[in-house]
């Protein structure tokens, strides 16, 4: 048995910061299914917001305007109020953020954002943070799994105390034993065929949870960022993230006859992520993203990383100045149930990042509030985690065994259905049915491709039984997973009959202040996810207040 | 293009002695990555072949693979390109040990990383305020996602087992060039031994080969520079 006093659970920004934060109090453990280097917060181009006292008022107020008035403001003020003392934290980890001409911190003002509140490393802030809390989590001691995919929470009564992991390598399957844990294993972009993470990004952390009694929040709102790389539909390299400093810097959509798409900007400020992507939806044709009026020397310096990969896909791989882009989901706004330091409702079970919603992004996201909530939510959920002073609980062996052998039969299904064709099957459903539009007969029809996956996942078999590094089990537990966030993401957005922020439905296409200025919450009731809406706190503003 | 010919090194350290081949068809299409090829076999054709997968745009550095002898991120490399003539072959990473077919251990080679001790560390409370010009030294090398495409061109280890790598000394450099770092002076002369600083022979990747336009040599250059005006020298 392996023992920590925290344990969290994914190596991403979210789940570095948690780390750093727990271990000054006991011994922590990080799991990750890849190696926090390789985590997809490196994806993460765009920067993080900040703001002093001056900009306060306008960043909560273009938040929640981003956020179509569901934010729960008095998480959203905590966490911007922190901005300042997160930017620095990193600062002081050694994270290097552009410097203007005057040797001043450098700001962008991206998508939704009425002032420049977006502190970045050219275009590579993702990757930044994550070198420098790789090398803090190196600094304290936490010790990595990395390559190991959790895959079941362990309760004592009705408290966590510790978790079920497979070692991906060795094939072997281990319990944890901990006094809390931390879930930070990221959202679940990788549901939808058109997205900027790969298909292994799909809520694993949220089902461990939702499964041990959490409730999944807002799960219907998924942020489509307006520029993703466009390659070759439904595959593996489609749709990376590329928009955001170059958006900012200028760049234009067109249309395919070369004409400027009217994406909503105002007064020299652009609409948020969701407006944007709505607008593009609508255009018959391909949509590219136009370099050329940009300075060249501005584009090299804010964009150095994105130009290599768009000259190496660009098929007549000259330019790479006029790329092909389609709306992709990027940020997934609903998550597990927390407070605002990270509690779900499950006792000494904790979460933070993507993989957590306290209502900080509303029923939208403003761009650069990412990066934001998973530094500060990490630290917050890391340091509470390490608050717990409790003993270790019981780990139920019987139930150790139970999950052991569910993944070790997986191994031995020879004969059956490849697990490739439902995911693709499914991503696809829900990227028609759940995209930037929902109409009934989509969700309908992604809800049937549920049912029939659940059905189907009893007959997949694998091609090949070896334990060590058996990337076809790593697929079909992953499968698993995707299929129940679609089922509660289907669930949401049926329950949910408006349209607000990124849930746009076309048999509902207005917002519903008086019945759903609400957060959905969906639960298992004897195996079955049930919805209801919770109302936000009472801090929280109508709508004409806040206009 | 259509049917293009993928020959793949096999290996299963379990099973076989020698590393093999295995030649696949596969249906290309325009636009197709060599990721894109490998996920095709994988799900339609043989569900044992093991590699890493990355998400859209490779920035996480998961997916570097040698294609054609040339290592490079699988996801950045167009299928057209590759196989100009409608056949490519594709190995795991040079210079790493192998897990299984296309996937590599990377654990010795971080290991020279966290050896490096690459946490910016201030000995005064005050950290002082970067320049614009520091900020220039700093920018590129924050970009590295220590995929190891630099190191699988680096000859170096294979005529030198101590040889430290193009990145451990691209990470040196980064935090030598950090004002906020107190300790120049001590990673400078932890690279200096055998296999390190003087034992880089320059002819690892260049900026184009490096996938987030990094330019290792030039950096690394640099770091000789400063170890040379600070009275350091080749030993031998």
Same mark, same amino acid.
């Given at each position: ?85 997160? +930017? ?252 605002? +330091? ?131 089990? &790593?697929? &079909? ?33 207005? +917002? ?36 | ?9 096999r290996y299963d350290p379990e099973v076989d002695d020698f590393h093999k081949t295995q030649t696949y068809s596969i249906r290309a299409v325009p636009g197709m990555t060599i990721l894109d090829a490998l996920v095709q076999i994988r799900d339609e054709q043989d569900g044992s072949l093991r590699f890493r997968e990355s998400e859209p745009g490779g920035w996480s550095g998961s997916c570097a693979v040698m294609v054609n002898d040339v290592p490079c991120l699988a996801s950045r490399t167009l299928v057209s390109r590759a196989a100009s003539n409608n056949s490519a072959v594709i190995a795991p990473l040079r210079h790493f040990p192998v897990i299984c077919d296309l996937v590599v251990d990377h654990s010795i080679y971080l290991a020279k990383i966290q050896a490096l001790e690459p946490w910016v560390e201030s000995a005064s409370a005050q950290v002082p305020q970067m320049s614009r010009e520091e900020y220039y030294r700093l920018r590129r090398t924050d970009a590295c996602a220590l995929c190891g495409i630099c190191d699988a061109n680096s000859a170096e280890f294979l005529t030198n087992p101590m040889y430290i790598g193009a990145a451990s000394l691209l990470w040196t450099y980064r935090l030598t060039s950090d004002s906020r770092d107190s300790f120049d002076r001590e ?50």
């Amino acid at each position: 048995m392996i023992q920590h006093d925290v344990i969290v659970v994914g190596g991403g920004v979210a789940g570095l910061s948690a780390a750093i934060a727990a271990a000054g109090n006991g011994s922590v453990a990080i799991i990750s299914k890849s190696h926090p280097l390789r985590s997809m917060s490196a994806n993460i181009r765009e920067g993080v917001n900040s703001c002093d006292d001056d900009l306060f008022p306008s960043l909560l107020a273009d938040t929640i305007h981003a956020g179509e008035y569901l934010n729960d403001v008095t998480a959203t003020e905590s966490l911007l109020r922190d901005s300042g003392e997160m +930017v620095a934290k990193l600062e002081e980890y050694g994270v290097a953020f552009t410097r203007d001409a005057e040797g001043s911190a450098a700001t962008a003002q991206l998508q939704g954002a009425s002032r420049a509140y977006t502190r970045y490393c050219s275009d590579h802030t993702g990757r930044a943070i994550i070198n420098a809390l790789w090398s803090q989590v190196i600094r304290c001691g936490v010790s990595v799994y990395d390559e190991w995919m959790a895959t079941k929470l362990l309760l004592d009564e009705s408290s966590v105390c510790g978790v079920v992991a497979l070692d991906i390598r060795s094939g072997r399957v281990h319990p944890f034993s901990g006094r809390s844990v931390v879930i930070a294993s990221g959202g679940y972009g990788g549901i939808f065929t058109d997205s900027a993470a790969g298909s292994y990004v799909c809520g694993d952390g949220l089902m461990m949870a939702y499964q041990a009694g959490a409730s999944l929040s807002n799960m219907e709102f998924v942020d489509f960022h307006p520029a993703g790389l466009k390659t070759v539909d439904g595959m593996a390299s489609d749709g990376a993230a590329i928009g955001d400093m170059a958006i900012a810097l200028g760049a234009r959509f067109l249309n395919s006859d070369g004409d400027e798409i009217d994406v909503g900007l105002k007064n020299g400020v652009l609409p948020p992520d969701h407006v944007m992507s709505s607008s593009l939806h609508k255009v018959a044709g391909d949509v590219t993203l136009d370099f050329t009026g940009i300075d060249k020397d501005l584009l090299t310096e804010i964009v150095p990383s994105c130009l290599p990969l768009l000259r190496s896909l660009t098929s007549n791989g000259t330019s790479g100045i006029r790329v092909p882009v389609k709306p992709v989901a990027r940020r997934s706004i609903g998550g597990i149930t927390v407070d605002n +330091v990270g509690a779900t409702g499950v006792p000494r079970l904790y979460a933070a990042g993507e993989a957590a919603c306290s209502g900080v992004h509303g029923a939208g996201l403003l761009v650069g509030n990412s990066l934001l909530e998973d530094v500060a939510s990490g630290w917050n959920a890391g340091v509470e985690g390490s608050r717990i002073e409790a003993g270790f609980g019981a780990i139920n062996e019987s139930e150790t065994n139970e999950e052991q052998n569910r993944i070790e039969n997986m191994l031995r299904r020879d004969e059956g259905t490849s697990s490739a064709a439902l995911s693709y099957a499914l991503r696809r459903a829900m990227t028609d049915g759940l995209g930037i539009i929902r109409s009934p007969d989509g969700m309908e029809a992604a809800s049937q491709m549920v049912s029939h996956c659940r059905q189907a996942l009893n007959d997949v078999a694998l091609y090949d039984g070896r334990k060590r590094y058996n990337q076809e089990l &790593v697929r &079909v537990l992953e499968l698993g997973n995707m299929i129940e966030v679609a089922g509660a993401v289907i669930t949401s957005a049926m329950a949910r009959e408006e349209s607000r922020g990124s849930h746009r439905r076309t048999d509902f296409a207005e +917002v519903n202040d008086d019945k759903y200025q609400m957060n959905s919450e969906v639960s298992l009731n004897q195996g079955v996810g049930e919805v209801t809406f919770v109302s936000l706190s009472t801090n929280n503003l109508s709508r004409q207040e806040a206009e | 293009m259509d049917s293009v010919e993928l020959v793949i090194t096999r290996y299963d350290p379990e099973v076989d002695d020698f590393h093999k081949t295995q030649t696949y068809s596969i249906r290309a299409v325009p636009g197709m990555t060599i990721l894109d090829a490998l996920v095709q076999i994988r799900d339609e054709q043989d569900g044992s072949l093991r590699f890493r997968e990355s998400e859209p745009g490779g920035w996480s550095g998961s997916c570097a693979v040698m294609v054609n002898d040339v290592p490079c991120l699988a996801s950045r490399t167009l299928v057209s390109r590759a196989a100009s003539n409608n056949s490519a072959v594709i190995a795991p990473l040079r210079h790493f040990p192998v897990i299984c077919d296309l996937v590599v251990d990377h654990s010795i080679y971080l290991a020279k990383i966290q050896a490096l001790e690459p946490w910016v560390e201030s000995a005064s409370a005050q950290v002082p305020q970067m320049s614009r010009e520091e900020y220039y030294r700093l920018r590129r090398t924050d970009a590295c996602a220590l995929c190891g495409i630099c190191d699988a061109n680096s000859a170096e280890f294979l005529t030198n087992p101590m040889y430290i790598g193009a990145a451990s000394l691209l990470w040196t450099y980064r935090l030598t060039s950090d004002s906020r770092d107190s300790f120049d002076r001590e990673r400078m002369e932890a690279v200096l031994g055998n296999g390190g600083l003087w034992d880089f022979s320059g002819d690892t990747s260049s900026e184009d080969s490096c996938p987030f336009a990094i330019d290792p040599v030039n950096q690394i250059t640099r770091l000789r520079n400063a170890a040379s005006q600070n009275g350091y020298a080749p030993t031998n």
